[in-house]
């Protein structure tokens, strides 16, 4: 592929290099490191587990197959015949590399990585429906060279189209498109092998945390809240909205690690079928109801089960959860809804794959920020979904905010559990009902007392309740967790001005991108168009001046 190097400027990311031309015609974004590099490290994790999963199926057939009517030798040793069995077309013990699709490939980045640094993988598919993008993905899989050439295809086609056309037949699916992932939801879960895994990311942040909540619910069938939990909520809706057209292939989701970075949100979860494991969804899924006046959040599960002797009974969960006023502030309630309400980490797959980036990492380009949303998430407690903030509470009270030590002191001397969260430096998650955390509050506020406020107002109406438990603010000693107690930094600051989504590819440059870009890189590329209209009035003058041909 004949090409001049002079047009493209050369761009090095892990041990993959890529060719970007200088009008952006092919979209990259250099903040989804973060991005690139956790799916890096979960994929190690998943191909390990994959062999180790592998292998117990195995033992598993063997000692089986000993037990029933196998042949024995006269030293009583079970004994098999040398032809390997086949089962469904394949051969039983045989384990090949596994397959993944990009779905959305762009410049091809990610594909190129994953197969020059992702030791065990197979095949590696991109996919992109524009003819530019595959040229570029092309001329960059060469640019690498043998071990892209090998590995990595490239091909002109809707995502869409090609995982229906090929079901069950990749192991781990990418999608990670400019904006929502829905369209291809119900295809990718379909093209994933049983027990595969579904990466996901979705950057359309103000839709997911309630900006245009009408929308949210038209793409992922759920209606969001603004509160401070919004971008929790983000991530369970898209859960949720997985294991919907999971669903309806017989099919369910197991969420692995499901992250908050930066302005997206990104989900790896794993995809089996079983129509009887398929009915436990409604237990999984939850309504929230979010008071107007205070912080206080309460979750309405949409099934429940009745277990009578071996036989199991799936009914609809009890309502109402809440009365129409807060009990708290006497204000009214909004309802979202339905998230995932179970768990959204496997807190074994998380300490896996932090102790692989920790082991590995000079090998990954964003280290720093990973290991700190990793150690972050390896601490949240698995079971509480959402989240209080403790300035929210201050300020629904009009008090100071007692420090975090003092109030998760407080919380775990009254008997409860609590812990940080990754989404949010100032969110706490705790099993302790909202009764417990408004009488802490009003303790405290009695050792601070406050001006007093209209006798309306939801923090008037709380305080005027005398606190039936009486907090403890007793330092304790799990108060701090085991990061902030080594002091391991586990919230970063971004590592540039204007870190944040580019533009699509090919998009002309204006003046309002500059919260995107920067005024400095604006304001050249401007001069720089300018410069070039120039040249070309010029050319046109000197054209029209020329005397006509005779």
Known sequence: MSMDLNDYTIIKEGEAEILMHAKNEVFYNKTQVNNRDMSIAVLRTFISRWKLEHEALLSKRNKSECEGPAEKSQDGTCTTSEEPVKTE?????????????????????????????VEGIGQVVALDNDKGAVEACQRNIMFNGSVACSKVESHLADARVYMLTNPKEFDVVDLDPYGSPSVFLDSAVQSVVDGGMLMCTATDMAVLCGGNGEVCYSKYGSYPLRGKYCHEMALRILLACIESHANRYKRYIVPVLSVQMDFYVRVFVRIYTSASAMKNTPLKLSYVYQCTGCDAFHLQPIGRTVSKNTSVRYLPGFAPVVPQECSHCQKKFNMGGPIWSAPIHDQEWVMNILSDVKSMKDRYPAYDRISAVLTTISEELPDVPLFLSLHNLCATLKCTSPSAVIFRSAVINAGYRI????????????????????????????????????????????????????????????????????????????????????????????????????????????????????????????????????
């Open 89 to 117: 077309g394949k051969v039983r013990g045989e384990l090949k590399p596994p397959r993944v699709l990009e779905a959305l490939s762009a410049s091809g980045l990610r594909a190129l990585r994953y197969a020059r640094e």
């Open 419 to 550: 812990s940080g969260t990754h989404v949010n430096p100032l969110g706490l998650k705790s099993d302790a009902p909202m009764d417990v955390i408004w009488d802490i509050m009003r303790c405290w506020v009695k050792n601070h007392p406050v001006k007093a406020q209209p006798a309306d107002q939801p923090g008037s109406v709380i305080l005027a309740k005398e606190p039936v438990l009486q907090a403890n603010f007793a330092r304790a000693v799990a108060s701090l967790s085991k990061a902030q107690a080594k002091k391991v930094a586990r919230f970063l600051p971004n590592p540039e001005r204007h870190w944040g989504p580019k533009l699509r590819a090919g998009r002309q440059i204006t003046s309002k991108h500059i919260s995107l870009l920067g005024e400095e890189k604006v304001n050249g590329c401007l001069s720089h168009q300018d410069s070039e209209l120039d040249a070309k009035r010029q050319k046109i003058e000197k054209l029209e001046d020329a005397p006509a041909e005779s």
